[in-house]
């Protein structure tokens, strides 16, 4: 009986999902069965549209712009919350996590009242603040869980040779949370190129994918909507795929320097 609420409830998840892949492949513009036959007319006519074209541009330059100060902020701050003790340490990790928990149009509209005060013009550069808020936790949170098997003792050790700081950071510590870093950097790429709630509030003149996709819907009922939301699935999926190849090659290879010295 449980197995079978689990294929009930796997249908009910992905029948949706594999409804809209299906249909933009349809060869006739109407959205209903009987299934007509298969046609690439709507990805065609997607790829030669300059407004999907402009918010792919802004959607990268968004989602790299973004995940580089995700990562660059991101890293020292699970390295000093790692280094905390006692009650700072619970103080400073709910602070980080309670973005997450803040509802997005919370968010998006603190940020709108925060931009108006400090004059700053809505652009992508307010986009890429507003979703490096957003990324943020979800970055130091991924590092951090690495960090707590790390040993501080390597560090000590290359402080005792000589090493300052900042070149200890570079040539032990870096190499080895760098696979977490960097899978955590693609996560960070994913969630903003799939962010639209806090981008409605923030954005200018400029619009997004999610939010090029949200604007066709409201226009009318198009095929290309299917092949754009398909575009943005299969784009999310590759970024997720990435990130946990890196995780895993990292995670074999933390397996393998573990069994050399038992052998």
Known sequence: MIRLFTYIYMLFLYAPVALIVLFSFHSSPSLSFPFEGFSMRWYEQLLGSYDFMTALRNSAIVGGASAVLTTILGTFSALALMRMKGRFKSIFAFLNFAPIALPGLFLGIALVILFSLIGLPRSLLTVIIGHTLFTFPFFVESVRSRLEYFDLSYEEAARDLGASPLKAFWLV????????????????IALSLDEFLITIFVTGSETTLPLLILSMIRRAVDPSINAASVFMLTLTIAIIAIAGLVMTMRRRRLE??????AE
Do not use: Y
Request: no cysteine; net charge negative.
């Open 173 to 188: 510590t870096l190499p080895i949370i760098g696979p977490t870093i960097a899978g955590a950097a693609i996560l960070a």
């Open 256 to 261: 393998l320097e573990r069994a050399e010295p």
